[in-house]
Nanobody, 118 residues
Framework: VQLQASGGGLVQAGGSLRLSCATS?????MGWFRQAPGKDREFVAS????????VYANSVKGRFTISRDNAKNTVYLQMNSLKPEDTAIYYC???????????????WGQGTQVTVSS
């Protein structure tokens, strides 16, 4: 399974960005993790194949929205009200069953840098 992430960039605090992840796989739980400099990789959000169930880290709940378009084999992460502490490399991920911990992940995409300036 291949994952291709895009959409990162530089934005001011309070701004928005949308990340996309195109995948060659079908039927997987898809999600996003992030890793800030000097910190461990952490879970951000996930969505099941049907799109009916989503899970968010507490730190992004209410600000980020994950969604998927299975016809396009693409998962999106809409990030609003961005904060400087959201600055990190964001990684797209896929797993057959669940995504909550980096050890769950079957497949990783390349990272995309998100930088939020204050």
């Amino acid at each position: 399974v291949q994952l291709q992430a895009s959409g990162g960039g530089l934005v001011q605090a309070g701004g928005s960005l949308r990340l996309s992840c195109a995948t060659s796989g079908r039927g997987y739980v898809m999600g996003w993790f992030r890793q800030a400099p000097g910190k461990d990789r952490e879970f951000v959000a996930s969505v099941v194949w049907s799109g009916r169930t989503t899970v968010y880290a507490n730190s992004v709940k209410g600000r980020f929205t994950i969604s998927r378009d299975n016809a396009k084999n693409t998962v999106y992460l809409q990030m609003n009200s961005l904060k400087p502490e959201d600055t990190a490399i964001y990684y797209c991920a896929a797993d057959q069953y669940r995504l909550k911990d980096p050890t769950d992940v079957d497949y990783w995409g390349q990272g995309t840098q998100v930088t939020v300036s204050s």
